[in-house]
């Protein structure tokens, strides 16, 4: 009876997911500006470090804020809203007259990319139909993956002439072809029922799902659900939903323990270390980190919803482990007396970038848009997307202090530890969701099955 409806799903997610090319634009785009910034502002290695995390912090605040935002104003509005702060804050940061000021806009910018991060997995989840929901989550990170590998390329190609309020001011472009998409797509009709509006939930169905039988599933599912426990922070005093919330949390920490942000914001200074001397081999070798990161998402794309998030995690943990402990052991060995072991490092770092970028990358943000109920899935959301941010910042923060405290070597062994510490925490409670649809998760959830039999 319903035509079209694989495309219209496609075109929801491809548009919904411009929030995370976004997200990895504003995330990207600093590595490339700063060192321009702090000359052109004669900054200080703290100051140009708060340019670096004060964006972090605002996703912080920004993730704190969006479960009450998505609730009372829908999902769609609220990354609407994220969409205007990209565009101002692109074009205030643009015009920064001091280092002050820079670092305010982007704490602003910031609340941009902890609502995107937020709303558009939360949106999409709410949106695809089960059977192909990890990948069109997963595609939401493929965005972020190609928001900062054209960062990259365009700091690259813009540093010849060290414009960096055109690095920066450029990203308005990409907010409003946003705006413009987001303002075309249709309600979460989660979100729809949430708040009694069951007809138009029904209509924007119609437009995503196959069949008559489904969307009236789906409705039973959604309403079912909504009875099922008692909503807003009186779901914090219910113990299974505090399960779900641990877990979330433990999940998004091993996202950011695995050390990725290292990889993404200082990679050049890595392949520095590793003897690469000259800038040019160290921006292509950044460039190269951008490209495994996107080709490796498809990895993930493919196979989420095949071989199941489990699985996939175990061995993209696995290589993470390895390749770190490859990378630390190059450094041991005086990296930058020979060639064979620069190219060894090399690749082992990109294997590294591979392995998250086919596991971890897409596939925690999937798990954490799955395992809470509706009635507390903005809380849990809020947690676990919060914890991402303030790991994130501790990484970003500390790199370079262990890098020089302990050197190369050691801190690549400790990020190596913690790979196969989240290994085991993946191997004992993480559960599998793969083809299994939001409202069952919920029911196995709160009736008291073990966290990581709740796919089943
Ligand atoms: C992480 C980000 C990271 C990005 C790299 C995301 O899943 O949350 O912190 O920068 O992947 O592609």
């Known amino acids: 009876m319903i035509k079209n409806t694989k495309i219209m799903v496609y075109f929801v997610a491809f548009t919904a997911a411009l929030a995370g090319l976004l997200f990895g634009l504003d995330v990207g785009v600093i590595s490339g500006a700063l060192p321009f910034i702090g000359k052109y502002f004669n900054a200080h290695d703290q100051a140009c470090q708060w340019v670096v995390s004060s964006l972090l912090f605002g996703a912080v605040l920004g993730t704190l ?23 101002i804050g692109a074009v205030l940061s643009s015009l920064a007259t001091s280092i002050t000021i820079l670092i305010t806009v982007r704490i602003f910018l910031g609340l941009a990319v902890g609502i995107a991060s937020f709303t558009a997995p939360l949106y999409l989840s709410e949106m695809a139909p089960k059977r192909i929901r990890g990948r069109l989550i997963s595609m939401y990170q493929l965005m972020i993956t190609v ?72 409705i039973n599912d959604i309403e079912e659900g909504l009875n099922l426990e008692q909503g807003g922070k009186a779901i914090l005093s219910n113990r299974y939903f505090r399960k779900a919330l641990i877990l979330g949390v433990a999940l998004q920490m091993g996202q950011q323990f695995t050390g990725i942000n290292v990889a993404m914001y ?119 997307t919060s914890t991402n941010w303030i790991c994130n910042t501790i990484v ?6 262990m890098i020089h405290k302990l050197g190369d070597a050691q801190t690549f062994f400790i990020f190596s530890t913690m790979n196969v510490i989240f290994l085991f925490v993946i191997l004992r409670f993480a559960p599998e969701t793969k083809g299994v649809s939001l409202e069952k998760i919920e029911e196995n959830l709160m009736s008291g099955k073990p966290i990581n039999q709740i796919g089943k």
């Open 396 to 401: 970003g923060a500390t790199f370079l202090t």
């Open 266 to 384: 200082y990679a050049p200074e890595i392949f520095k270390d590793a003897g690469f001397a000259t800038t040019a081999e160290q921006m292509w070798g950044t460039v190269m980190v951008g490209l495994v990161n996107v080709f490796a998402t498809f990895v993930a794309i493919a196979w989420v919803d095949k071989f199941g998030r489990k699985p996939i995690l175990l061995i993209g943990y696995a290589m993470m482990a390895g390749s770190l402990a490859t990378l630390g052991l190059m450094f041991h060995l005086e990296i930058k007396d020979s060639n064979v072991l620069q190219f060894c490092a090399m690749g082992s770092l990109l294997l590294f970038i591979f392995s998250f970028a086919m596991s971890a990358g897409p596939i925690i943000w999937v798990l954490c848009s799955e395992i809470f109920p509706l009635k507390g899935r903005e809380v849990g959301i809020t947690f676990s």
């Open 147 to 218: 928001g900062i590998l054209l960062a990259f390329m365009s700091d690259t190609w813009l540093s010849y002439g060290g414009h960096w309020r055109v690095m920066l001011g450029i990203l308005v472009i990409p907010a409003m072809i946003l705006f413009l998409g987001v303002m075309m797509l249709p309600k979460s009709p989660r979100w729809l029922i949430l708040v009694g509006r069951k007809e138009e939930a029904r209509t924007v169905l119609e437009k995503l799902r196959e069949s008559n039988e489904e969307i009236n599933g789906e």
């Open 65 to 87: 804020g969006s479960g009450y935002l998505s609730r009372k104003f829908g999902r769609k509005n609220t990354i609407l809203v994220s969409a205007v702060i990209f565009a």
